[in-house]
């Protein structure tokens, strides 16, 4: 792992213009300009102000009107909240792992040794617990899980020596799943995806198109549905969201193909049924979606609770969906076309929502600006 020069980037608020039709999910499908955001002066507690370490919180706007926290960030994909304020954002193509500072702006950290960014795959989820930094990337011998310890204090953080927890997730340029977060039993939850070979999914011997579940040191707990093995569940296509409400209820979303994208709620040792279905089947072999939606209008990636809801960040849906965790069959679209392509979504201590836009991933049209964490009041 190779640190390096850590640099400051004050983040100004912007006024973020109404966009057009971004790029789809797939390559090769069109895509449309986005007007350029405008930029105002930066605030007081940027980062290289007296003051910035000192900012408690960055400022928060509404959902009708968020607030910019951080900007310039190249193809990031996951937000990990950092205890005491702030967080860490993960960029697949360059390997950096990036810090937003609790008063806004950023702060480079590390560039990740061994990631082979190809296609979807290069450095994915990350999470942080107990003064560690877990990540899942792609490398030359496909996916892994790895952690190291997170030092020094706000702007000032570097990484440890690499811990390597899992490895030989089937990897390929599409189909890597990647996200990781830990669950309120301690456990470090990871999804994938069957890597461009669907049968992986049904197969329990194989890594690939699950949902795993770990120890955090990478041993696989003992109450695992299958004695020695970390698969949680099986039959997933390409799964990247994962939350918990409240009361312990693991949700997921997942890539559809040409069908429907999926909700699931997550039960331990269940089929899921990709590639033998897609979408709800009624088949009694399968776990059935709480719901669906056509690839176009969603390809739901990261997700997060916050405000009694579910928060889906959509890719070629360019929007950000609000679930009722009272009624998971229902749901509202907001920021349709307004802020280009959403990758993920993070719930802050203070009881607002982080929404990552993923414009720079290659199938978008970024804005100058791009790409950046918007923050909102649920």
Same mark, same amino acid.
């Given at each position: ?11 100004? /608020? ?12 797939? !390559? *090769? ?26 900012? /408690?919180? #960055? ?9 910019? =926290? ?14 005491? +304020?702030? &967080?860490?954002?993960?960029?697949? $193509? ?29 450095? =994915? ?28 204090? !706000? ?6 020596? #690499? ?20 669950? #309120?039993?301690?456990? =470090?939850?990871?999804?994938? *995806?069957?890597? +461009? ?25 003992? @109450? ?14 390409? /799964?990247? *969201? ?67 809801? =579910? ?15 009272? @009624? ?15 990758? $993920?979504?993070? &719930?802050? !201590? ?15 049209? #970024?804005?100058?600006? @791009? ?8």
């Amino acid at each position: 792992m190779s640190p390096r020069r850590r640099r400051r980037v004050a983040a100004p /608020p912007v006024a973020l213009a109404l966009v057009l039709a971004l790029a789809a999910c797939g !390559p *090769g499908e069109p895509t449309a300009e986005r007007p350029a955001a405008s930029t105002d002066p930066a605030p007081s507690g940027s980062p290289g102000s007296p003051d910035a370490s000192a900012s /408690p919180s #960055p400022r928060t706007g509404t959902l009708e009107s968020p607030e910019t =926290l951080a900007t310039e960030l190249e193809s990031p994909w996951s937000i990990a909240r950092l205890p005491g +304020g702030g &967080a860490l954002v993960s960029e697949r $193509d360059t390997a950096r792992v990036v810090e937003v500072l609790p008063g806004g702006g950023t702060a480079a950290v590390a560039a990740i040794d061994g990631v082979v960014p190809r296609g979807e795959g290069g450095l =994915l989820g990350i999470a942080v617990r107990d003064g560690r930094l877990y990540w899942y990337a792609t490398r030359a011998d496909g996916n892994a899980i790895l952690r190291a310890s997170l030092e020094g204090s !706000p702007g000032e953080r570097t990484l440890g020596e #690499p811990e390597e927890l899992l490895a030989g997730i089937p990897a390929a340029g599409n189909h890597n799943g990647g996200r990781i977060a830990f669950g #309120p039993d301690g456990m =470090l939850y990871a999804t994938t *995806g069957d890597a +461009g070979v669907p049968a992986r999914s049904q197969d329990p011997a194989s890594l690939a198109g699950k949902i795993l579940r770990l120890e955090p040191d990478g041993s696989v707990p003992a @109450d695992n549905p299958t004695p020695g093995s970390p698969v949680y569940t099986l039959g997933h296509r390409n /799964p990247q *969201g994962l939350a918990w409400s409240d009361d312990g209820t693991l949700l997921a979303t997942e890539f559809g193909q040409d069908t429907w994208d999926e909700l699931n709620v997550i039960e331990a040792g269940a089929n899921y049924g990709w590639p033998l279905v897609e979408g709800a089947a009624g088949d009694r072999r399968f776990v059935d979606p709480v719901q669906q939606w056509p690839p176009a209008e969603a390809s739901p990636s990261g997700i997060a609770v916050a405000g009694e809801a =579910l928060w889906i960040a959509n890719l070629r849906g360019q929007s950000l969906r609000r679930v009722p965790l009272d @009624d998971l069959a229902s749901s509202s679209v907001h920021w349709q076309g307004e802020h280009g392509r959403l990758r $993920d979504v993070a &719930a802050a !201590p203070d009881g607002s929502v982080w929404a990552l836009t993923g414009s720079t991933d290659g199938r978008g049209r #970024p804005a100058e600006g @791009d790409d950046r964490i918007l923050a909102f009041e649920p």
